[in-house]
């Protein structure tokens, strides 16, 4: 069968052709229709995850929309393996997927699942949201960060505030969602902004860390109105760096709740629990999400264009 083979960590996928999946007790083949390529499939394919075995030759993609040889059409979630959504065929358990209406378009369910999952899932299932909560999202500019702004939205917040480096991106924000946009670029400002949203912030979804958590800490911590009012920081992704020095004093000054959510700290059980839901979230027309399919043949040229554009790119077999 063809699909997008990595040979090095080094090096994009190429479209070759690899041995046809045959299932195992617990196992599912399912024909591919759509996998996307987002940051977490880019770490995969080139190592850097923290899930990442080393194994090589392997196929990219932990998620996608698959037919089954009965006809059901399924979107699915694939345990770490070096066999990935990003051929024409797969493995799947049916346990870690959910069956969708065969009329739904799969480029769609594939381009935002992804996305949608890491604010949904951090929102539903590390925290218990509160509607009406006022949201701080650092890294807005991505498509997870463009999703958490209307998923935060739709969950009832209360107040919505925007950081990130793109200004072009920081400008459509607003229209789905967002209250408040600070400019990361602007270093004579940025302090200021930071600390003004941070009086009274309940709720930090990070995709950055790095060396953003910790200046939004110093700006935002001496800030605090009122120092025993829960400040929960949700770590989900890491932009700007895998490690940050968070400032001691941030933990004693003020209720600050620092957690993750992602792969480990959700259990497999728990996201499988949410995917319907948010596939009728995702598919209920409220979702803006620049979305463009490419053939699988493609993937090389694909890979690259991933890094740079906005729009989301969607493999089709």
Not at 151 to 178: D, E, F, K
Not at 309 to 314: E, M, N, P, Q, Y
């Amino acid at each position: 069968m063809r699909a997008a083979v990595v040979t090095s960590f080094n090096a994009a996928p190429q479209c070759q052709e690899f041995p046809t999946p045959v299932a195992g007790e617990g196992e599912m083949v399912v024909t591919v229709l759509a996998s996307a390529i987002h940051p977490r499939v880019r770490s995969q394919a080139d190592g850097s995850h923290y899930t990442s075995t080393d194994e090589l030759p392997l196929v990219p993609g932990i998620d996608g929309v698959g037919r089954t040889a009965e006809g059901e059409v399924r979107y699915f979630i694939l345990p770490d393996t070096a066999l990935g959504a990003m051929a024409e065929q797969t493995l799947i358990d049916p346990r870690r997927s959910v069956v969708l209406p065969g009329d739904i378009d799969p480029v769609l369910i594939a381009a935002a699942m992804n996305p949608a999952m890491s604010s949904w899932i951090a929102l539903r299932r590390r925290i218990d949201f509160t509607p009406g909560s006022r949201v701080l999202i650092m890294g807005a500019t991505g498509n997870a960060g463009r999703m958490a702004v209307q998923v935060a939205r739709r969950s009832g917040a209360g107040h919505i505030a925007v950081a990130g480096r793109n200004p072009h991106q920081l400008a459509q924000l607003a229209s789905l969602g967002a209250d408040a946009v600070i400019d990361l670029g602007c270093s004579e400002t940025v302090a200021h902004e930071l600390a003004a949203v941070g009086r009274d912030v309940d709720v930090v979804l990070d995709y950055l860390w790095g060396e953003w958590a910790s200046k939004a800490l110093y700006a935002i911590v001496p800030a605090r109105d009122d120092d025993a009012q829960q400040l929960t920081w949700i770590q989900i992704g890491s932009i700007t760096g895998p490690e940050s020095p968070i400032p001691s004093a941030a933990l004693r000054a003020c209720n600050l709740r620092l957690i993750g959510s992602g792969q480990g700290s959700v259990s497999p059980h728990d996201i499988v629990t949410e995917l319907p839901a948010l596939a009728t979230e995702v598919t209920s027309g409220e979702y803006d999400l620049p979305v463009r399919a490419v053939p699988l043949d493609d993937v090389t040229a694909a890979w690259e264009e991933a890094a740079t554009t906005d729009t989301r790119l969607v493999l089709t077999p």
